[in-house]
């Protein structure tokens, strides 16, 4: 039995796939479904979510970011299967990922959510896909904030996402790496781009304006598999850390594309 304690627990992470499952109290929620259906569901069940049944709620609540397929593949069929309330933006209302499900709520970007004892304040980043949210959910005093895709570093999403204990964090690129890797100019671009992706230095930026007192667990998030390595991202936030004095009281985690992580309380 889970505490009510809040706990979080990323599915996948990287840009074949993003889900984060989160449980509070009686309450489940996903945060983005990029996978396919069926891997999807079978890492759900890996992580103990009971199986869609026709007469009762196996999740509760489906929160998307923005239209991107790594985040909105499945988040359709995925709400509808559960029964759960799917939120997106207006624009993504008539995505064919989304439209298999019909129990749709309308996500007002930069608004904040009180519903099933969670508190879910949504913040706009920058982001080639038009609009693209982060997320801040508190729980009896516990808050997780999801931060990826994004393409800058800025002050006022940091302020929107404030006083985290559980923080999931873009890590995405090392730039070196990018700009002598294979991917054509154009997508190095994009990448790098404002609208694009953080970079590790740009992360540790966004990590200096978001950690606060609270801070217990980072999870560097949606690592590229091509332009760059996880022990160069930890590094990055575990030197970063350190300058904050934080490194003896923040764990650093990183999320996997290929398998679920640990359940992590916030
Ligand atoms: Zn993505
Ligand atoms: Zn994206």
């Known amino acids: 039995m889970l505490s009510a304690r809040m706990h979080l627990q990323v599915i996948s ?34 992580a103990g979510l009971p199986p869609p049944s026709t007469d009762r ?7 998307v970011t923005h239209g991107h397929l790594d985040h909105a593949r499945s988040a359709g069929k995925v709400a509808r299967s559960h029964r759960a309330l799917l939120h997106c933006a207006e624009s993504l209302m008539g995505n064919a990922a989304i439209r298999r499900c019909r129990n ?32 801040r959910i ?12 994004m393409g800058r570093p800025d002050d006022g999403v940091a302020r929107a996402l404030a006083d985290a204990h559980l923080l999931v964090l873009e890590f995405n ?53 091509t332009n760059n390595r996880p022990e160069l991202a ?5 030197r970063t850390l350190a300058e904050l004095g934080l490194a003896a009281r923040v764990r650093v985690v990183i999320a996997s594309q290929d398998a679920i992580g640990e359940n992590l309380a916030v």
């Open 13 to 46: 992470s990287g840009s074949k796939g993003n889900c984060a499952l989160v449980r509070a109290g009686e309450v489940r929620a996903l945060v983005d479904a990029g996978l396919s259906g069926p891997e999807l569901e079978a890492r759900l069940e890996r």
């Open 173 to 225: 690129h090392d730039l070196g790496m990018l700009e002598r890797g294979p991917y054509p100019a154009m997508l190095k671009k994009r990448v790098s781009g404002d609208g694009g992706h953080l970079s590790n230095e740009q992360s540790a930026q966004m990590l200096r304006k978001l950690a606060g007192a609270n801070l217990h667990t980072l999870v560097l998030a949606h690592l590229s598999e």
């Open 104 to 135: 749709l709520s309308t996500l007002k970007v930069g608004g904040t959510q009180e519903l099933d004892g969670l508190v879910v304040r949504n913040v706009a980043i920058p982001h080639d896909a038009h609009p693209t949210v982060a997320f």
């Open 138 to 149: 508190e729980h009896e005093g516990r808050v997780a904030a999801i931060l990826t895709d």
């Open 57 to 63: 709620k196996t999740l509760h609540h489906v929160w």
């Open 234 to 238: 930890r590094e990055v936030a575990e």
